[in-house]
C-alpha cells in the first residue's frame, strides 16, 4: 500500500481498525502494549501528512452514503461496514474519476468492488 501517496477511507475505519487491534489482543496475537500502540500510531495517522509512506484521508459518512451503503447491501448482500466503504469508494469517485483503486483484505468485498469497476489491490 505504501506505493500510493494518498489513501482515502472511511471515517469509520477509525472504529473498524481500533476494533481490529482489540481483537489481535484478546486473541494473544499481540500484547496490550503493542495495541495500545497501534492504536495511537493510527490515529496520529489520520490527523496529520504523512512524509514516510501514504497519506490517509478520512472521508465523513453523510446520510447520502448511508443511503448508497444501504442499497449496496440489498443489492450485494453486503455486511454494513464494508458496505460502507465501498460506498465510500464509490462518492470518492464520484468526485474524481481517477480513483479507481480499491484495497481491501476480504475477497468477498473485493468481488463486489470489482463489479463497481475499481482495480483490486490487496495489502500485503
Known sequence: MRKF???????????????AIRRKARSGEINE??????????????RSKRTDGPEL????VSTKLLNSA????????LRSLDAVQLAT?????????????????DERLARV????????HSPS
Open 57 to 60: 484521508i478520512a472521508l465523513s
Open 5 to 19: 501517496a494518498v489513501l482515502l477511507v472511511s471515517a469509520l475505519c477509525r472504529v473498524e481498525t481500533t476494533s
Open 33 to 46: 502494549s503493542e495495541a495500545e500502540q497501534l492504536v495511537r500510531d493510527f490515529r496520529a495517522d489520520l
Open 113 to 120: 468492488a470489482a463489479l463497481h469497476g475499481f482495480t483490486i
Open 89 to 105: 469508494a464509490l462518492a470518492a469517485r464520484e468526485v474524481d474519476p481517477q480513483c479507481d483503486a480499491f484495497a481491501c483484505y
Open 70 to 77: 444501504a442499497r449496496l447491501v440489498t443489492i450485494h448482500d
